[in-house]
């Protein structure tokens, strides 16, 4: 769906729903274990890019099992008395799926971050960058219509100046392009200059 979004890379996982005012982020990843709502308004327009090493935890780990396997062999084809060059050939192959593992691991993975009120990023793979993007794309795209529905319309009680302000900000917060606030100025322009009871 949508307006849902799930990663899952390793051992981390995140959860994202655009709800109708808001984000909803669920992190359980190496650096955070959050759940929390971030407001439309907290979301900026900014998003960079950070890449991250893997974890050396993982290194360790497929190191020691390397160790360990390679320990295993020594002892089997001493204790049976086989020649050392099948234990070699046993643990080339092994190295050589070490070293791939381990070139994984350094190369990382890549967050692609929004500037927000509270933490907000998105663990980026091959495989889901093209499903992140267009899930970015349509939270921006909800944020402002959120907006554009809240405060793009003329209200006859508020004054002249606190309407322009409203739609000067939608307008450099990039909510609204310059057409939509030409068409809207104009519309309240004519509104406040051919409405008798209106007051500048």
Same mark, same amino acid.
Request: proline share 2%.
């Given at each position: 769906?949508?307006?849902?979004?799930?990663?899952?890379?390793?051992?981390?996982?995140?959860? /994202?729903?655009?709800?109708?005012?808001?984000?909803?982020?669920?992190?359980?990843?190496?650096?955070?274990?959050?759940?929390?709502?971030?407001? /439309?308004?907290?979301?900026?327009?900014?998003?960079?890019?950070?890449?991250?090493?893997?974890?050396?935890?993982?290194?360790?780990?497929?190191?020691?099992?390397?160790?360990?396997?390679?320990?295993?062999? /020594?002892?089997?084809?001493?204790?049976?008395?086989?020649?050392?060059?099948?234990?070699?050939?046993?643990?080339?192959?092994?190295?050589?799926?070490?070293?791939?593992?381990?070139?994984?691991?350094?190369?990382?993975?890549?967050? &692609?971050?929004?500037?927000?009120?509270?933490?907000?990023?998105?663990?980026?793979? &091959?495989?889901? &960058?093209?499903?992140?993007?267009?899930?970015?794309?349509?939270?921006?795209? &909800?944020?402002?219509?959120?907006?554009?529905?809240?405060? /793009?319309?003329?209200?006859?009680?508020?004054?002249?100046?606190?309407?322009?302000?409203?739609?000067?900000?939608?307008?450099?917060?990039?909510?609204?392009?310059?057409?939509?606030?030409?068409?809207?100025?104009?519309?309240?322009?004519?509104?406040?200059?051919?409405?008798?009871?209106?007051?500048?």
């Amino acid at each position: 769906m949508e307006n849902k979004l799930e990663i899952k890379y390793r051992n981390q996982k995140q959860s /994202f729903e655009i709800l109708e005012d808001s984000l909803f982020v669920h992190l359980n990843t190496l650096k955070h274990q959050l759940e929390y709502k971030i407001p /439309f308004e907290e979301i900026k327009n900014d998003i960079y890019t950070i890449r991250n090493k893997g974890d050396k935890k993982d290194a360790f780990l497929y190191f020691s099992i390397f160790i360990n396997i390679v320990l295993l062999f /020594f002892v089997f084809f001493e204790n049976y008395k086989i020649d050392l060059i099948y234990v070699y050939s046993g643990i080339f192959p092994l190295t050589l799926i070490l070293s791939f593992a381990l070139n994984d691991i350094n190369k990382g993975f890549e967050e &692609k971050h929004i500037e927000s009120s509270k933490i907000l990023y998105f663990i980026c793979s &091959k495989k889901n &960058k093209i499903e992140i993007d267009i899930f970015i794309k349509t939270l921006f795209e &909800k944020r402002n219509a959120y907006f554009k529905n809240k405060c /793009f319309l003329i209200d006859p009680i508020l004054p002249y100046n606190v309407q322009y302000e409203r739609y000067i900000w939608l307008y450099t917060n990039k909510y609204i392009d310059e057409n939509e606030f030409e068409i809207i100025k104009e519309d309240l322009d004519k509104y406040f200059n051919f409405n008798p009871n209106s007051i500048v």
